[in-house]
């Protein structure tokens, strides 16, 4: 049985990177396996959260995901929190990941910056987490955008070696990643080297899914450039990041290929590429956008989701973490 899971964190500003690189994806999944789409609100707070903000973020993932498609009644939506053996299987990951393998986490190198002694113990831990959040349910495929590839592989690890050291093979499956789509790694709008995100200072970095069309048409018209005109060809990409960005997006948004989107927009400027990207990016978005804001306004509707989706997640997770519990020989009287 092939089962999905993926996660998305409850930490403000869900851009369009969030959404071509992954909720987009599991709409187009949903049809083929079972699938459990989590809003990871324990992994929100390894960096600090205004609790009366975190509950809104919260509420906007779970929006965002219902609003693009996601079928709440045949999968599973939910928040990590309120199924407590995420944390149970964490904590027993933490004894079982080495800290040679946490020491190789990009993102936590990047996330905590310069000043690592004052990350909390949290963020260095966070893709032990990320394991037990997949392991928990057996979940065989991970549909991520690429920034995740890293920490799927520990998760791999994480499950051979438990699966090695208690002498129980095959017991916890080893998690495929899923990156696939022409927008893996959608980059900000302001520098086409750093990947959109959510934490970037600027607003204008980033295409939310709450900023209105024309917010949206200002952002890609502010949207860093250079003096050029469009290629001909792919090659005619290399070193201009921006560009290829905006291309990328263009494809993605309008299901074709970015050799496609190239030979349409061969020898344009910039100005005219933007009005197009622009027009198709609202066109794209606004209707899912006016979902969102539709579900936003009845907050009942989305919190009985997020605890039907809780209830049933926990009803698959209680028999394995008790199974978890006994192999690893916790006394339960
Ligand atoms: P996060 O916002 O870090 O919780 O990420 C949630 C999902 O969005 C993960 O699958 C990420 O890989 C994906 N994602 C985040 N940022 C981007 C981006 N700039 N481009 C593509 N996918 C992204
Ligand atoms: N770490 C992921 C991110 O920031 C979010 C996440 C948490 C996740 N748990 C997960 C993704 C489990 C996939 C599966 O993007």
């Given at each position: 049985?092939?089962?999905?899971?993926?996660?998305?964190?409850?930490?403000?500003?869900?851009?369009?990177?969030?959404?071509?690189?992954?909720?987009?994806?599991?709409?187009?999944?949903?049809?083929?396996?079972?699938?459990?789409?989590?809003?990871?609100?324990?992994?929100?707070?390894?960096?600090?959260?205004?609790?009366?903000?975190?509950?809104?973020?919260?509420?906007?993932?779970?929006?965002?995901?219902?609003?693009?498609?996601?079928?709440?009644?045949?999968?599973?939506?939910?928040?990590?929190?309120?199924?407590?053996?995420?944390?149970?299987?964490?904590?027993?990951?933490?004894?079982?990941?080495?800290?040679?393998?946490?020491?190789?986490?990009?993102?936590?190198?990047?996330?905590?910056?310069?000043?690592?002694?004052?990350?909390?113990?949290?963020?260095?831990?966070?893709?032990?987490?990320?394991?037990?959040?997949?392991?928990?349910?057996?979940?065989?495929?991970?549909?991520?955008?690429?920034?995740?590839?890293?920490?799927?592989?520990?998760?791999?690890?994480?499950?051979?070696?438990?699966?090695?050291?208690?002498?129980?093979?095959?017991?916890?499956?080893?998690?495929?990643?899923?990156?696939?789509?022409?927008?893996?790694?959608?980059?900000?709008?302001?520098?086409?080297?750093?990947?959109?995100?959510?934490?970037?200072?600027?607003?204008?970095?980033?295409?939310?899914?709450?900023?209105?069309?024309?917010?949206?048409?200002?952002?890609?018209?502010?949207?860093?450039?250079d003096?050029e005109p469009l290629p001909d060809n792919a090659k005619g990409l290399e070193g201009r990041p921006e560009a290829a960005?905006l291309l990328g997006?263009?494809?993605?948004?309008?299901?074709?290929?970015l050799d496609?989107t190239i030979a349409?927009f061969a020898g344009e400027?910039f100005?005219?590429f933007?009005?197009?990207?622009?027009?198709?990016?609202?066109?794209?978005?606004?209707?899912?956008?006016?979902?969102?804001?539709?579900?936003?306004?009845?907050?009942?509707?989305?919190?009985?989701?997020?605890?039907?989706?809780?209830?049933?997640?926990?009803?698959?997770?209680?028999?394995?973490?008790?199974?978890?519990?006994?192999?690893?020989?916790?006394?339960?009287?």
């Amino acid at each position: 049985m092939s089962r999905i899971f993926s996660g998305i964190q409850s930490t403000g500003n869900l851009h369009l990177g969030n959404y071509l690189g992954a909720v987009r994806n599991w709409v187009q999944l949903q049809h083929d396996y079972e699938c459990l789409f989590c809003v990871v609100d324990m992994h929100a707070i390894t960096v600090w959260q205004d609790p009366a903000a975190l509950k809104a973020s919260t509420r906007e993932v779970a929006a965002a995901m219902i609003a693009s498609g996601v079928d709440a009644k045949k999968h599973i939506i939910f928040n990590q929190s309120q199924v407590p053996a995420h944390a149970e299987l964490a904590w027993i990951f933490n004894c079982v990941a080495r800290l040679g393998w946490l020491n190789r986490m990009t993102q936590f190198k990047d996330k905590a910056g310069k000043n690592r002694e004052n990350a909390s113990v949290g963020l260095y831990a966070y893709p032990n987490l990320m394991a037990a959040d997949i392991l928990l349910y057996k979940a065989t495929h991970v549909p991520v955008g690429e920034d995740q590839k890293q920490h799927l592989e520990l998760a791999r690890d994480i499950a051979q070696k438990f699966n090695n050291d208690y002498g129980v093979e095959d017991f916890f499956p080893l998690p495929e990643p899923m990156i696939f789509g022409t927008a893996t790694r959608v980059m900000s709008l302001k520098d086409g080297t750093k990947k959109m995100s959510k934490s970037d200072p600027s607003d204008l970095s980033r295409i939310t899914m709450t900023d209105d069309a024309d917010t949206i048409a200002k952002k890609i018209r502010k949207a860093k450039t250079d003096p050029e005109p469009l290629p001909d060809n792919a090659k005619g990409l290399e070193g201009r990041p921006e560009a290829a960005n905006l291309l990328g997006i263009y494809a993605a948004l309008s299901d074709t290929t970015l050799d496609e989107t190239i030979a349409k927009f061969a020898g344009e400027g910039f100005g005219t590429f933007k009005q197009h990207l622009a027009d198709l990016a609202v066109a794209k978005l606004d209707p899912i956008q006016g979902e969102m804001r539709r579900l936003m306004a009845d907050i009942g509707h989305v919190d009985a989701v997020l605890k039907d989706g809780a209830e049933r997640a926990r009803a698959m997770a209680e028999p394995i973490i008790a199974e978890i519990k006994e192999t690893v020989g916790f006394l339960n009287v």
